[in-house]
């Protein structure tokens, strides 16, 4: 498996025989150069949608469009980009799991946040914030999606056990790096932890030390813009 950052919230996820974007944000994206906006989305075969606002789903009906890949995520959300010309994947909630190909399944589970998009000028409510739980390769993936700490971490990490973790930590916006590890080391058994939704902008944590020192015995992997993390 390769976990590829695309910067702040955006990943590039190669498991088994699919090629799954999560949150992919490109046009604007400060952290993403424009002569990797090909390579970032290039064989792309599914897109996982965590919640509305713009740095997660601006880009999202033009790289469906572009690469075929279906988009998948809360209903109100994938029905809205579906409509907007977004190929057609699952729209389902929390709880629901879905195949992504024949090897790879994808379950909703909670966030802590909000999901609005803007029409006309005005937020409109795209239906719950979510995370997802990512199985293949022998792996169990959580991730997290915009959160804060919540109670709900507790039956994730008991139920579905992730060995490896992608979860926003920049703060502001979400948890920051000392959430994020005090979250981890109360409700998750990580093998691998990946901060995210961080370095983006100069009010988000630009370091995952307080992350890493808060869980010796995890691999806290400081990820880097298109480098492949192989696990």
């Given at each position: 498996?390769?976990?590829i950052w695309l910067g702040h919230g955006s990943f590039r996820i190669e498991i088994e025989d699919q090629v799954v974007l999560v949150d992919p944000w490109l046009t604007?994206?400060?952290m993403l150069a424009a002569d990797q906006?090909?390579?970032?989305?290039?064989?792309?075969?599914?897109i996982?949608?965590?919640?509305?606002?713009?740095?997660h789903?601006?880009?999202v009906v033009d790289i469906s469009g572009k690469t075929g890949a279906p988009v998948s995520g809360m209903y109100e959300l994938a029905n809205y980009l579906k409509a907007q010309g977004a190929t057609e994947g699952a729209g389902f909630n929390i709880g629901g799991?879905?195949?992504l190909g024949d090897k790879v399944t994808a379950s909703m589970v909670p966030a802590s946040h909000s999901s609005t998009t803007a029409i006309n000028d005005l937020p409109?409510?795209?239906?719950?914030?979510?995370g997802f739980i990512l199985r293949g390769e022998g792996h169990t993936v959580y991730i997290s999606g915009d959160t804060g700490i919540m109670a709900d971490m507790d039956w994730i990490g008991d139920y579905y056990k992730p060995d490896i973790g992608i979860m926003s930590a920049g703060g502001h916006f979400t948890m920051g790096m000392a959430e994020a590890a005090y979250a981890a080391k109360r409700y998750f058994n990580f093998k691998t932890l990946i901060p995210c939704h961080y370095r983006t902008f100069p009010l988000l944590e630009q370091s995952a030390k307080v992350l890493a020192d808060g869980l010796p015995g995890v691999?806290?992997?400081?990820?880097?813009?298109?480098?492949?993390i192989t696990l």
């Open positions: 498996m390769n976990i604007g994206n400060p906006h090909a390579a970032a989305i290039a064989g792309a075969t599914q996982l949608v965590t919640h509305a606002h713009f740095d789903i601006a880009d799991t879905i195949p409109v409510d795209m239906g719950q914030e979510s691999n806290v992997v400081e990820p880097q813009v298109m480098q492949p």
